[in-house]
């Protein structure tokens, strides 16, 4: 009962990843690529992940500033929890539980929020891995076909290869030292695309205030567990999945790379890097106040400035003789002695 269900709820997105792979194969066969050609099939697979990540850009902007968020308000939890500290009652922890939550709600962010983009791309993950390891079923007959990938077009597909292994083979069960090679290489960028990426978020995208925090310590642990993660899992995973995930892996970090540069978090590594370069292309720092210049409307010693016309010099002028002059006609300023600066 529960595998019918499964099955029901995947089937439409293993649909909408077969007709995505198959529309970029048909792309690259009509520029000349081999049809039956691992990398054309190979290449299918980035563009799958090429279209899904570019729809998925609104999640990550959401993303970057709720976990932005989430690490400026570190002290704040800090301090409820130091509040509620060795007190295990009920009502203790339903009140811990409540400010807490009230101040997520206050600015518009959950410990939950960094791991939308994962959610998203988990269903794309598991249809891609039932569509490859389904094609050998659907070219045998076993199975019947998804969407465009037929018997013929299945068939072509699980003969493909990639430096000598198919792209459906795993390194559990490989018979060919070839496939042991691709899946042992394709795990290691995997992992490692993995690490660079948190490991790059951690170290230059968090205020110095946040590193030192019990999120920023599980933050670490993370940083290397989840590499380890996917090196165990990874043996199980086809090759079209190895290098679906490696893929996406290297659009992450590229767009993170990109944030971090472009908009750091206050008080981050990345925020003093960003106002290093604007110092040295002598453009102003944003949030820096500005330098005064010649042009402003007040000088140093709070008199006023007049802006020169029909090229007069600039002269600084009291309070009192600014307030005379909006009450004297033009034509008379221009001939009547200022008494109140006899120097003029």
């Known amino acids: ?126 249809g891609l891995f039932r569509v490859l390891n389904g094609l050998q079923n659907i070219a045998d007959g076993k199975t019947d076909p998804i969407g465009p990938i037929t018997k013929a077009v299945a068939a072509q597909a699980e003969s493909a290869t990639l430096f000598g292994a198919q792209l459906s083979d795993k390194f559990v069960g490989a018979d060919s030292l070839s496939t042991q090679i691709v899946t042992v290489i394709l795990i290691v960028l995997m992992s490692a695309t993995t690490f660079t990426t948190q490991r790059q978020l951690m170290m230059k995208n968090m205020p110095a205030s946040a590193l030192d925090n019990p999120f920023a310590k599980q933050q670490k642990v993370l940083l290397y567990a989840m590499p380890l993660l996917f090196a165990v899992s990874g043996i199980n995973f086809p090759i079209g999945v190895l290098i679906y995930w490696f893929t996406t892996n290297i659009w992450s970090m590229v767009q993170q790379f990109y944030v971090i540069r472009r908009m750091p978090t206050p008080g981050s590594a990345a925020e003093k890097a960003r106002n290093e370069r604007l110092a040295k292309r002598g453009k102003a720092i944003p949030g820096a106040p500005a330098a005064a210049t010649d042009g402003d409307d007040a000088g140093t010693d709070g008199t006023e400035v007049v802006a020169p016309k029909s090229g007069q010099r600039q002269q600084p002028k009291g309070k009192k003789r600014s307030k005379a002059a909006m009450t004297k006609p033009s034509a008379v300023q221009e001939n009547v002695p200022d008494t109140d600066n006899p120097t003029t």
């Open 1 to 126: 009962m529960m595998g019918d269900f499964f099955q029901s709820v995947m089937y439409p997105i293993e649909l909408l990843v077969a007709w995505i792979m198959y529309g970029f194969h048909q792309a690259f066969t009509t520029i000349g690529m081999p049809a039956a050609s691992g990398w054309t099939w190979a290449l299918s697979i980035i563009g799958l992940v090429i279209v899904m990540r570019a729809a998925m850009i609104p999640l990550f902007v959401k993303q970057i500033k709720a976990s932005r968020k989430l690490q400026m308000i570190q002290p704040e939890l800090q301090k409820i929890q130091k509040k509620y500290k060795g007190k295990t009652d009920p009502d203790s922890r339903q009140a811990m539980t409540q400010e807490t939550m009230a101040l997520y709600k206050k600015e518009g962010t959950n410990p939950f929020s960094s791991c939308l983009p994962i959610l998203v791309q988990s269903p794309f993950f598991f």
